[in-house]
């Protein structure tokens, strides 16, 4: 059986002290679960490109700086899937958030992230923003 392997980009995306987070939709794989903005990174994309892609595509708006945060494999027994997750920190965005792809949308504080009920894969994640490592610039 052939493994599916894939790169994704998700960006933490801040603004006033909170973190915006997303629900996925009913009819994709692991509905309703939350997650962070972004996606498949493409065959001759960047990152960086792919994020900057993503985002705009999802939510509408456009990222002015970033900053790659974490990486690392995940594998989704169940779908047969390995995904290798490279989070970016998005500190400075234009536009206005738009709701363009997920079910909801929602700006939290970081200590009430545990709260939902993430993708497996970003639970690695959450682990290192509810840390004291996790550094971000207000």
Not at 24 to 43: T, V
Not at 64 to 93: G, P, R
Not at 124 to 138: A, L, P
Request: hydrophobic share 35%; net charge negative.
């Amino acid at each position: 059986m052939k493994i599916n392997q894939i790169k994704v980009v998700a960006g933490l995306i801040l603004q006033n002290d909170k973190l915006l987070i997303c629900q996925r939709p009913n009819f994709k794989d692991h509905p309703l679960k939350w997650e962070f903005p972004g996606g498949k990174i493409k065959k001759d994309e960047t990152n960086e490109e792919a994020l900057i892609r993503e985002i705009n595509e999802e939510l509408s708006i456009n990222i002015i700086n970033c900053e790659e945060l974490i990486s690392y494999n995940f594998n989704y027994k169940d779908l047969n899937k390995w995904v290798f997750i490279y989070f970016y920190l998005v500190n400075n965005f234009s536009g206005k958030v738009l709701n363009n792809y997920h079910k909801e949308l929602k700006w939290i504080e970081i200590k009430d992230i545990r709260e939902y009920d993430f993708l497996e894969g970003d639970l690695k994640i959450i682990e290192y923003i509810s840390s004291n490592d996790f550094k971000y610039y207000r």
